[in-house]
């Protein structure tokens, strides 16, 4: 069974940071390609960052120079610290794990994660 599960949001205020973790079991986590995605009240789902299964990172312009996406494979962990948080970065914070197969995308979800901003 594939697990990913996410841990550390929470309440900060205006310029916190927070470290988000997400923990994967079930798949060989160094096949995969690892992102976060947020998505807030009344908002579609958005990717945040992403790390390959090479080590490549991309961010979101939103995000660009505040969060570090980070990896660690022997630990099947993905994490995300973020840093001088804005109040628009409030959101539940989704992981998942996808590779491109021939004719499908093999992917998982997380359950989520609230992250609050707010003084």
């Known amino acids: 069974q594939v697990q990913l599960v996410e841990s550390g949001g929470g309440l900060v205020q205006p310029g916190g940071s927070l470290r988000l973790s997400c923990v994967v079991s079930?798949?060989?986590?160094?096949?995969?390609?690892m992102s976060w995605y947020r998505q807030a009240p009344g908002k579609q789902r958005e990717l945040v960052s992403s790390?390959?299964?090479?080590?490549?990172?991309n961010y979101a312009e939103s995000v660009q120079g505040r969060f570090t996406i980070s990896k660690d494979n022997a630990k099947n962990t993905v994490y995300l610290q973020m840093d001088s948080l804005k109040p628009e970065d409030a959101a539940v914070y989704y992981c998942?794990?996808?590779?491109?197969?021939?004719?499908?995308?093999?992917?998982?979800w997380g359950q989520g994660t609230q992250v609050t901003v707010s003084s």
């Open positions: 079930g798949i060989t986590f160094s096949f995969y390609d």
């Open positions: 790390i390959t299964k090479g080590s490549s990172t």
């Open positions: 998942n794990a996808a590779r491109q197969l021939l004719t499908w995308l093999d992917d998982y």
